[in-house]
C-alpha cells in the first residue's frame, strides 16, 4: 500500500515527466530529490531560528505549516531524526561562524541556540576532534578581497 507522500511524488513525477514511471531510474532520482526536500526545509528553517533558543520540532513543523506527526513520519520514511537535522545544521553553522573572527566562541554557541558555552563546546568536540578555538585557527576565513586583486 503506498503512503501518502509516496502518492503525491508519483503524481508530481508523472506530471513533470509522463514517460517515467515507478522503476525507472529517472522516477527513483526525482523520488529522492521530493523527499530530500523536506530535511533541506527543516535545516533552512532550523537556521533562521535557532539563535538564542533551543530548537524544537514543535515550531519547526508550525513554520513548515505541517503537524508534529507528519513532519515526524516524513523525516522517518527518510531514516532521518529531528535530532540528526538539528547537529548536522549546529554543526554546519558553527564552521561558518567560527571562519568569521568577529564572532566570539560564546556568541557562537547563543547563535547555535545552546544555552551555555560548555555545551556547545562538548558537542563541538564531539564532532570535531578539537576545541572551537583550536579550529577557528586552522581554519581561517578565505580572504575576499584577495580575489580582485
Same mark, same amino acid.
Given at each position: 500500500?503506498?503512503?501518502?507522500?509516496? /502518492?503525491?511524488?508519483?503524481?508530481?513525477?508523472?506530471?513533470?515527466?509522463?514517460?517515467?514511471?515507478?522503476?525507472?531510474?529517472?522516477?527513483?532520482?526525482?523520488?529522492?530529490?521530493?523527499?530530500?526536500?523536506?530535511?533541506?526545509?527543516?535545516?533552512?528553517?532550523?537556521?533562521?531560528?535557532?539563535?538564542?533558543?533551543?530548537?524544537?520540532?514543535?515550531?519547526?513543523?508550525?513554520?513548515?505549516?505541517?503537524?508534529?506527526?507528519?513532519?515526524?513520519?516524513?523525516?522517518?520514511?527518510?531514516?532521518?531524526?529531528?535530532?540528526?537535522?538539528?547537529?548536522?545544521?549546529?554543526?554546519?553553522?558553527?564552521?561558518?561562524?567560527?571562519?568569521?573572527?568577529?564572532?566570539?566562541?560564546?556568541?557562537?554557541?547563543?547563535?547555535?541556540?545552546?544555552?551555555?558555552?560548555?555545551?556547545?563546546?562538548?558537542?563541538?568536540?564531539?564532532?570535531?576532534?578539537?576545541?572551537?578555538?583550536?579550529?577557528?585557527?586552522?581554519?581561517?576565513?578565505?580572504?575576499?578581497?584577495? /580575489?580582485?586583486?
Amino acid at each position: 500500500m503506498l503512503r501518502r507522500c509516496e /502518492v503525491q511524488v508519483q503524481m508530481q513525477t508523472s506530471l513533470s515527466n509522463p514517460g517515467i514511471h515507478k522503476g525507472d531510474p529517472l522516477y527513483e532520482l526525482e523520488q529522492h530529490n521530493a523527499t530530500r526536500n523536506v530535511a533541506d526545509q527543516v535545516k533552512r528553517t532550523l537556521k533562521r531560528s535557532l539563535a538564542g533558543r533551543r530548537p524544537v520540532l514543535q515550531d519547526v513543523a508550525q513554520e513548515l505549516g505541517t503537524s508534529t506527526r507528519t513532519l515526524q513520519r516524513k523525516l522517518g520514511d527518510m531514516n532521518v531524526t529531528f535530532k540528526h537535522l538539528v547537529e548536522e545544521t549546529r554543526r554546519e553553522m558553527a564552521q561558518d561562524y567560527l571562519r568569521q573572527s568577529t564572532i566570539d566562541l560564546s556568541g557562537v554557541a547563543f547563535l547555535l541556540g545552546y544555552e551555555d558555552s560548555n555545551s556547545f563546546f562538548r558537542a563541538f568536540q564531539e564532532w570535531e576532534g578539537t576545541t572551537p578555538g583550536e579550529w577557528r585557527t586552522r581554519n581561517p576565513a578565505p580572504l575576499a578581497h584577495a /580575489v580582485g586583486r
